[in-house]
């Protein structure tokens, strides 16, 4: 595809569900980010690929947050026992992985944990 | 901690005006800035960047402005039409990111600019 693709768009999660984000990045691209952000907030970082190595996943909020890019292209934020806190737009962008970085956003996943 | 902070939440301008969103930050290892733009529903948009070796980027109606001393930049927008309303967000980097982590941005809570017709 011509831009950085997520599913599903909207998801809704019982307190204590698991649920699996997926980003679909530019074709060709090295780097892959997810950010999270919450309601009137800007992104957070949460995790940095490149191809499928996980170098930076120090923004993660716990342990009960996954990422992983098994093949180098397509990635998966997965998220065990959903709480109310976790509800927020998740937003996965992709790059060249170069000095002069340009990252291209996805539409994001909405994610409500009632 | 707000490494980086966009005081206004909102600013209205009349269409053909200039729009200056504003920005400051308090992490002295920032070396780069860039400014996205977000439409509702979207992800945000790669608008315009500066390097912390420079004091002025301009992109045709879009000029960024760094005053590394203060510690602000500014984004103005001359003239402003009805198809600039949307969020604009501020981010920062540290060229020490980690790695090769150019990425690894932190973001400003953004300012919802409208232009009026």
Redesign the interface.
Same mark, same amino acid.
């Given at each position: 595809g011509a831009g950085?693709s997520q599913s599903p768009r909207y998801k809704v999660a019982k307190r204590g569900q698991d649920v699996a984000l997926r980003c679909d990045p530019i074709s060709g691209h090295v780097?892959l980010?997810w950010y999270q952000q919450a309601l009137?907030?800007?992104?957070?970082?949460l995790t940095?690929f490149?191809n499928e190595a996980q170098?930076?996943k120090?923004g993660l909020p716990s342990d009960r947050f996954f990422a992983e890019r098994p093949e180098g292209s397509v990635s998966t934020l997965k998220i065990q026992r959903t709480q109310q806190e976790d509800s927020a737009v998740y937003?996965c962008?992709s790059?060249q992985?170069?000095?002069?970085?340009?990252?291209?956003?996805?539409?994001?996943t909405q994610l409500s944990v009632l | 901690d707000q490494q980086?902070k966009?005081n206004s939440p909102s600013l209205s301008v009349q269409e053909g005006r200039i729009s200056i969103l504003n920005c400051d930050y308090t992490n002295s290892m920032f070396d780069y800035f860039?400014w996205?733009k977000k439409y509702p529903?979207? /992800?945000? @948009?790669?608008l315009i960047?500066i390097s912390s070796i420079k004091d002025k980027n301009e992109d045709g109606r879009f000029t960024v402005f760094l005053n590394k001393s203060a510690k602000h930049l500014s984004l103005h927008i001359v003239p402003s039409q009805p198809g600039d309303s949307a969020v604009y967000?501020c981010?920062a980097r540290s060229s020490n990111a /980690?790695? @090769?982590?150019?990425?690894?941005?932190?973001?400003?809570?953004?300012t919802i600019l409208t232009v009026h017709p």
């Open positions: 950085v780097s980010f009137g907030q800007g992104p957070e970082f940095y490149q170098l930076d120090s937003l962008a790059g992985g170069n000095s002069n970085e340009k990252l291209f956003f996805g539409s994001g | 980086v966009q860039l996205y529903a979207e /992800g945000p @948009t790669f960047s967000f981010a /980690g790695g @090769t982590s150019y990425g690894k941005l932190t973001f400003g809570q953004g």
